[in-house]
């Protein structure tokens, strides 16, 4: 039903925020509350979990962990408390990494997660996950780089085309206004 909201974050709790957008507060439960700062304009993608007796939205910071929580909450016996906790205890990247490697004794040490969710968990989603292997990482040290890279994420772009486009700017050491308007040029172009 909803994709995103894009809004100012009004509140910050232990385990959500209340996203306001156009007179109306969303409390949507996020992996990730640290993430979000108070007052701030930011794009939040959403899930609307509806049951019987009542619905609840959750939140995501980007469409990557919505995506494995879409993925999660198929498998057998994984609800959306369980895969937002899941998401809470580790990061996209390393999740995605246990499951393409079988790596039990890290899935069971997630909350909610024994040993049958575990194998449960890999059996449903192993080599069904995309593993971003672009040159463009948290780990690269070009920060304006990376702020480029959450600034075209913020504008909608798909983070695939983002890392090929920015992967041919990589090591011109220049400023982030700079990369982006050079990437929307190159994006621009396709």
């Known amino acids: 039903m909803y994709s995103y909201f894009i809004g100012e974050i009004s509140e910050v709790g232990l385990d959500y925020i209340v996203v306001e957008t156009n007179g109306v507060g969303y409390y949507l439960y996020v992996s990730h509350p640290n993430d979000y700062k108070r007052n701030e304009i930011t794009k939040v993608f959403v899930y609307l979990h509806v049951k019987e007796d009542g619905m609840t939205l959750y939140g995501f910071s980007s469409k990557e962990e919505k995506e ?29 990494q246990a499951i393409e490697t079988q790596n039990t004794g890290y899935l069971k040490k997630l909350p909610g997660i024994g040993p049958k969710a575990a194998q449960q968990i890999i059996l449903d989603l192993k080599g069904k996950l995309v593993i971003d292997t672009s040159t463009i990482s948290k780990d690269t ?50």
């Not at 994984?78 to 809470?88: D, E, F, M």
């Not at 780089?145 to 486009?165: H, N, P, Y």
């Not at 992967?167 to 172009?189: D, Q, S």
């Open 141 to 190: 040290t070009d920060k304006e780089l990376l702020d480029a890279r959450e600034a075209l994420k913020s504008l909608g772009f798909r983070v695939s085309d983002i890392d090929t486009v920015l992967a041919k700017l990589n090591g011109l050491k220049l400023n982030a206004e700079e990369y982006i308007k050079r990437a929307l040029k190159m994006m621009n172009t396709k």
């Open 68 to 96: 494995l929580f879409l993925k999660l909450i198929e498998v057998k016996g994984i609800g959306p408390k369980t895969a937002i906790n899941v998401l809470s205890a580790t990061s996209v990247n390393n999740l995605v």
